[in-house]
């Protein structure tokens, strides 16, 4: 069995300012104390998913707006994205990655064709996907950085980004559509 320390055992540091692009902290803020990887597993069965019904589930609080199901979809899309990149700087892989589009991306995902169910069972497995990757981090890796969109991240600040985007879409979906 490895002894290796990983991040699992200890807290992870909060992101500094130098650690991601101004904007981002709005979702870094959202993360309280400085456990990301609690946060992700407490977001894991968000009750609010089972009080909407498969019909609330296309609700648009406005015509030019996302459904639920598009939010949700969202929020699943840009957890890949942005873990993939955790995973990219983790490795040591040094090229800057693209932009990441969510309107492209969610016109592309056709999210109001697959179930509220299917959607909430997709966000719960990538979110597994998601906390095995961090759990399982080296400890040196979590000292990695690198860009993408064009911006410096550090793998910190991404493990406080996710929780934070989920944190933010949440409220919206309470404040907006329910």
């Given at each position: 069995?490895?002894?290796?320390?990983?991040?699992?055992?200890?807290?992870?540091?909060?992101?500094?300012?130098?650690?991601?692009a101004?904007?981002?902290?709005?979702?870094?803020?959202?993360?309280?104390?400085?456990?990301?990887?609690?946060?992700?597993?407490?977001?894991?069965?968000?009750?609010?998913?089972?009080?909407?019904?498969?019909?609330?589930?296309?609700?648009?609080?406005?015509?030019?707006?996302?459904?639920?199901?598009?939010?949700?979809?969202?929020?699943?899309?840009?957890?890949?994205?942005?873990?993939?990149r955790?995973?990219?700087?983790a490795r040591?892989?040094?090229?800057?990655?693209?932009?990441?589009?969510?309107?492209?991306?969610?016109?592309?995902?056709?999210?109001?064709?697959?179930?509220?169910?299917?959607?909430?069972?997709?966000?719960?497995?990538?979110?597994?996907?998601?906390?095995?990757?961090?759990?399982?981090?080296?400890?040196?890796?979590w000292?990695?950085?690198?860009?993408?969109?064009?911006?410096?991240?550090?793998?910190?600040?991404?493990?406080?980004?996710?929780?934070?985007?989920?944190?933010?879409?949440?409220?919206?979906?309470?404040?907006?559509?329910?």
């Amino acid at each position: 069995m490895s002894t290796r320390r990983t991040y699992n055992q200890a807290m992870i540091p909060r992101p500094q300012t130098a650690e991601a692009a101004p904007y981002y902290f709005n979702y870094i803020d959202q993360v309280t104390g400085d456990d990301p990887l609690g946060a992700l597993e407490n977001q894991l069965e968000e009750a609010l998913f089972s009080a909407i019904s498969e019909e609330k589930s296309l609700h648009r609080y406005a015509p030019d707006k996302w459904s639920i199901r598009q939010v949700l979809n969202h929020v699943t899309d840009t957890e890949r994205a942005f873990t993939f990149r955790a995973l990219w700087f983790a490795r040591g892989l040094e090229s800057p990655l693209p932009s990441y589009d969510q309107n492209v991306a969610a016109s592309g995902a056709e999210a109001d064709q697959v179930s509220w169910a299917a959607h909430v069972e997709e966000f719960r497995r990538v979110r597994l996907s998601t906390i095995s990757l961090f759990r399982n981090m080296p400890s040196q890796a979590w000292a990695r950085s690198g860009i993408a969109s064009d911006n410096h991240f550090t793998l910190r600040a991404l493990a406080y980004i996710i929780p934070g985007h989920f944190i933010h879409h949440v409220s919206v979906l309470r404040k907006r559509y329910l």
